[in-house]
């Protein structure tokens, strides 16, 4: 009986400690999780592991994406969630997104999953603090302004080889294969000091490899034989083979003193000391992130200017300007560059309307706030940084070519092609000068318009990618600029330009 009594207490003691001092505090911890489920962003995670997935990605094949960003930003706003590789994330659009997505230091880069599995996981964009810092500046080294005047020469003469081995004397060129091949030649000699003729076949092998593999960035990482994602991986895995050969071949020129740390990018990080493996993971980075993405500024500048007679006029005169003051098969030079201002204005308008980079990837490394919702650690963050490059109410008529639109300054965070922050592309001054020779010599030697068949749409992988690789029909540039149609009124040629990219302009 006594026994029943105390056990009766202590039942009653331990009731009475769970309703005054556990419970207040259970009920603490699950309104503080309401009010952080309260902040999260609007949206949905869809279902599990698959989430968007499958949706954003058949957008992106079929060029849709920039439509379906645009309906899922006009549901939800600036920020939202949903879920992307099965991990949860949050979308940021529009300018102040941007400026959050560059300016914050609890976001740092990531890649996919699947593109870390063929590049390696010490490539630049996932290394944060001191080791970001340490490998970028290795890079740097290589691509700022002084280095990068340094190699107008040499881009000179790879791009006259490439031009007489590809483009004189045949009648149809697909450009996207032509500057795929050029921009990853230029890269080649100035930032890793391939030779044309010593190191021609590992050239060509990487080349190859590098065509597969930048097709499974965005790839669903099942790995078998036949899916996107393991073919891409087994071309990874042989590109890692050939680097890795090359890395031994730099090594042992390094060490009997033949060559010296100045000399490529490659011999600057064996000599700084760099892991083999770290070596490899960046300089595969260094390839898609260099190659691509200007062979696409390329092709996409060529198959607008084909599209607006009045702007193709202008580059013409201005490069054929710069043509005439020169001696016959002088190179072109830094300050002729400088020239070439209408030119570079028509590049930009064609990464404003095609982008090769349409979104970031970053990680929330801790709770981070943006316009009142919280973005949870370890939540994957997609800046489609580039939806305000089609906004109308920054860029009137986005759909238009209009290169003169950076002829005045852009409203801040709303051209960004090339990134913000620390993290902003550190080639773009390398891809503004091989963008400005590559030009120069196809405007002042060749006339070109789409084949016929081909009609300039394109789907992305997650780069651009023109149907046909953009076919296209040349002949030799005579001595005299080519007639400009009197006056065309804009609003036609745009009608044309319209409607040959009408279902495919999306510009994404
Ligand atoms: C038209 C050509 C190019 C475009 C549109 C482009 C665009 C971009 C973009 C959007 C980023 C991410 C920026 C960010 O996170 O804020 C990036 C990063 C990068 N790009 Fe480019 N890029 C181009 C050419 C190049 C070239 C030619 C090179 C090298 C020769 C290069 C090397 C890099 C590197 C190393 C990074 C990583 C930077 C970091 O994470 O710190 N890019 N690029």
Same mark, same amino acid.
């Given at each position: 009986? $006594?026994?029943?009594?105390?056990?009766?207490?202590?039942?009653?003691?331990?009731?009475?400690?769970?309703?005054?001092?556990?419970?207040?505090?259970?009920?603490?911890?699950?309104?503080?999780?309401?009010?952080?489920?309260?902040?999260?962003?609007?949206?949905?995670?869809?279902?599990?592991?698959?989430?968007?997935?499958?949706?954003?990605?058949?957008?992106?094949?079929?060029?849709?994406?920039?439509?379906?960003?645009?309906?899922?930003?006009?549901?939800?706003?600036?920020?939202?969630?949903?879920?992307?590789?099965?991990?949860?994330?949050?979308?940021?659009?529009?300018?102040?997104?941007?400026?959050?997505?560059?300016?914050?230091?609890?976001?740092?880069?990531?890649?996919?999953?699947?593109?870390?599995?063929?590049?390696?996981?010490?490539?630049?964009?996932?290394?944060?603090?001191?080791?970001?810092?340490?490998?970028?500046?290795?890079?740097?080294?290589?691509?700022?302004?002084?280095?990068?005047?340094?190699?107008?020469?040499?881009?000179?003469?790879?791009?006259?080889?490439h031009i007489r081995a590809h483009w004189d004397g045949r009648a149809t060129v697909a450009v996207m294969p032509s500057m795929k091949s050029l921009t990853f030649d230029i890269m080649c000699t100035v930032i890793f000091g391939f030779g044309r003729a010593e190191h021609a076949a590992v050239r060509r092998e990487l080349s190859a490899e590098f065509q597969q593999l930048v097709r499974g960035i965005w790839a669903i990482p099942v790995n078998l034989p036949f899916t996107s994602f393991g073919k891409c991986l087994a071309a990874s895995r042989r590109g890692r083979r050939t680097v890795a050969a090359v890395i031994d071949e730099?090594?042992?020129?390094?060490?009997?003193?033949?060559?010296?740390?100045? %000399?490529?990018?490659?011999?600057?990080?064996?000599?700084?000391?760099?892991?083999?493996?770290?070596?490899?993971?960046?300089?595969?980075?260094?390839?898609?992130?260099?190659?691509?993405?200007?062979?696409?500024?390329?092709?996409?500048?060529?198959?607008?200017?084909?599209?607006?007679?009045?702007a193709y006029g202008r580059v013409v005169a201005e490069q054929q300007e710069v043509a005439r003051s020169k001696a016959?098969?002088?190179?072109?030079?830094?300050?002729?560059?400088?020239?070439?201002?209408?030119?570079?204005?028509?590049?930009?308008?064609?990464?404003?309307?095609?982008?090769?980079?349409?979104?970031?990837?970053?990680?929330?490394?801790?709770?981070? $706030?943006? %316009?009142?919702?919280?973005?949870?650690?370890?939540?994957?963050?997609?800046?489609?940084?580039?939806?305000?490059?089609? %906004?109308?109410?920054?860029?009137?008529?986005?759909?238009r070519f209009e290169p003169a639109r950076f002829e005045s300054p852009i409203a801040p965070y709303s051209f960004v092609a090339f990134g913000g922050g620390a993290t902003v592309c550190p080639g773009n001054e390398f891809a503004r000068v091989e963008a400005l020779v590559a030009m120069h010599y196809i405007v002042t030697g060749f006339k070109w318009k789409l084949a016929d068949g081909c009609d300039g749409s394109f789907s992305r992988y997650p780069l651009p990618s023109p149907a046909q690789g953009l076919l296209i029909d040349i002949e030799p540039m005579d001595t005299q600029p080519p007639q400009v149609e009197q006056a065309p009124p804009n609003d036609l040629q745009e009608s044309r330009s319209r409607s040959e990219w009408c279902t495919h302009h999306s510009a994404l």
């Open positions: 009986m $006594e026994m029943e009594a105390s056990v009766l207490a202590a039942l009653a003691a331990v009731i009475l400690a769970f309703i005054f001092l556990v419970l207040p505090h259970l009920r603490k911890q699950s309104s503080s999780q309401d009010d952080r489920r309260r902040q999260l962003p609007p949206g949905s995670l869809g279902l599990p592991v698959v989430g968007q997935t499958v949706g954003l990605l058949r957008a992106l094949r079929a060029n849709t994406a920039e439509a379906w960003l645009r309906r899922w930003a006009s549901e939800y706003g600036p920020i939202s969630k949903l879920s992307l590789f099965g991990l949860p994330t949050a979308l940021l659009v529009g300018p102040a997104a941007n400026k959050f997505l560059f300016a914050s230091t609890a976001l740092t880069a990531k890649t996919t999953t699947s593109f870390n599995s063929m590049v390696g996981r010490r490539n630049i964009r996932e290394l944060a603090g001191d080791d970001h810092r340490r490998v970028r500046a290795m890079m740097v080294q290589f691509l700022k302004l002084d280095s990068v005047r340094s190699y107008v020469a040499s881009m000179d003469d790879d791009v006259r080889h730099k090594r042992a020129k390094l060490e009997s003193g033949h060559s010296s740390p100045s %000399d490529d990018l490659m011999t600057h990080m064996l000599a700084e000391g760099l892991a083999d493996e770290e070596i490899i993971d960046n300089v595969m980075f260094m390839m898609v992130a260099a190659h691509d993405t200007t062979a696409t500024l390329l092709t996409f500048l060529l198959r607008h200017l084909d599209g607006n007679r009045d016959p098969e002088e190179a072109l030079s830094w300050d002729d560059l400088g020239k070439m201002k209408y030119t570079w204005s028509a590049a930009m308008e064609t990464l404003r309307l095609v982008p090769p980079v349409f979104s970031v990837l970053k990680r929330a490394v801790e709770d981070v $706030e943006f %316009d009142g919702h919280l973005i949870p650690k370890g939540w994957q963050v997609l800046g489609a940084m580039n939806m305000t490059q089609w %906004d109308p109410a920054i860029f009137p008529e986005p759909s």
